[in-house]
């Protein structure tokens, strides 16, 4: 079974609705799951937390199952990983862009004895990018 991730770049206005589903919950109702979404507040957000080298660390989170960021930074480092050399990837850069990943929730980070594990859930991504003025609400600009 495919779970899928959706990532939709949206104002912060515009982000979910979790003060009625927590409204809801209050009052005792039952609430049915929603489909898991991030929410990315701009397009230059979405094209930093996407950029090719953390597109490679879910990846390789996803194929190799790291027991932890350590053990992340050196699969991605061997040769067979298809690792760009200019890519190269040294733990303490590995761990900041683990920990940015889940900042925004695509990646989950599981204690592992001292270690953190790094977790991905989904198997796909599925983005939604409005081409109807900028993610932030505000109107395009004309070119006339």
């Not at 992340?72 to 850069?93: E, T």
Request: net charge negative.
């Amino acid at each position: 079974m495919t779970r899928t991730l959706h990532i939709r770049v949206e104002s912060t206005a515009d982000f979910g609705d979790l003060g009625e589903t927590l409204e809801s919950l209050d009052r005792g109702e039952d609430v049915s799951p929603a489909d898991p979404v991030c929410s990315i507040e701009d397009i230059d957000t979405l094209g930093r937390i996407l950029r090719p080298i953390n597109l490679r660390l879910l990846e390789t989170i996803v194929e190799r199952e790291p027991e932890s960021i350590r053990a992340l930074a050196r699969a991605v480092d061997r040769p067979d990983s298809q690792w760009v050399a200019s890519q190269h990837a040294s733990p303490p850069d590995v761990l900041d862009n683990v920990q940015e990943l889940a900042e925004y929730g695509l990646v989950k980070l599981e204690a592992s004895g001292a270690a953190k594990r790094p977790v991905v859930w989904y198997d796909e991504l599925d983005i939604d990018v409005p081409l109807h003025g900028d993610a932030d609400g505000s109107e395009a600009v004309n070119a006339d």
